[in-house]
T-cell receptor, first 113, second 110 residues
């Protein structure tokens, strides 16, 4: 029973391409997130959706566009990929309180060449 | 800029010893604090959280919070080699926003 799942697990692509990462949770949580973890393991929040509404939009290039078709799904589309986008992207979900109790997906390792 | 700071380590302790991991945070409005463990190549998993001043114990783990000093710590008693991982401290700054420290790498030597 996978609680938070992401696809794909690995993504290798060239600069300039467009790619998407998909996330699904079966926990019935109301809030979903995208976090980026760089090579130094620093985990930084990018976006958050609560019941399909965008509630957190950090200082992220507008090449990144999240979409939540329903509260169980959150996708991330990235346009015009750059070398600096290489990282592990984690999807997570949480119930209302405390919001920091996060269930993370397995991560998507994105490598831009 | 709200921040959570941790010593990146590595922290090395012998098997059976107490490992002490520390964290400070900048936002006095933060109410809840979390410790996550992340094994290499895996996703973070929650160990425990704390929101009241003082200690909170869960098995071999004890979280400590001092809001006056803006300080959070995690003690791991009877450390095992399987505890070797990166430990991430995080703070709930409100509005569903949780910010993480850079993590402390812990090595437990058998």
């Amino acid at each position: 029973d996978t609680a938070v799942s992401q696809t794909p697990k690995y993504l290798v692509t060239q600069m300039g391409n467009d790619k998407s990462i998909k996330c699904e949770q079966n926990l019935g949580h109301d809030t979903m997130y995208w976090y980026k973890q760089d090579s130094k393991k620093f985990l930084k929040i990018m976006f958050s959706y609560n019941n399909k509404e965008l509630i957190i939009n950090e200082t992220v290039p507008n090449r990144f566009s999240p979409k939540s078709p329903d509260k169980a799904h959150l996708n991330l589309h990235i346009n015009s990929l750059e070398l600096g986008d290489s990282a592990v992207y984690f999807c997570a979900s949480s119930q209302d309180a405390p919001a920091g109790v996060l269930d993370f997906g397995p991560g998507t390792r994105l490598t831009v060449t | 800029q709200k921040e959570v700071e941790q010593n990146s380590g590595p922290l090395s302790v012998p098997e059976g010893a107490i490992a002490s991991l520390n964290c400070t945070y900048s936002d006095r409005g933060s109410q809840s604090f979390f410790w996550y463990r992340q094994y290499s190549g895996k996703s973070p998993e929650l160990i425990m959280f704390i929101y009241s001043n003082g200690d909170k114990e869960d098995g071999r783990f004890t979280a400590q919070l001092n809001k006056a000093s803006q300080y959070v710590s995690l003690l791991i008693r009877d450390s095992q080699p399987s505890d070797s991982a990166t430990y991430l401290c995080a703070a709930d700054t409100g509005g569903f926003k949780t910010i993480f420290g850079a993590g402390t790498r812990l090595f437990v030597k058998a």
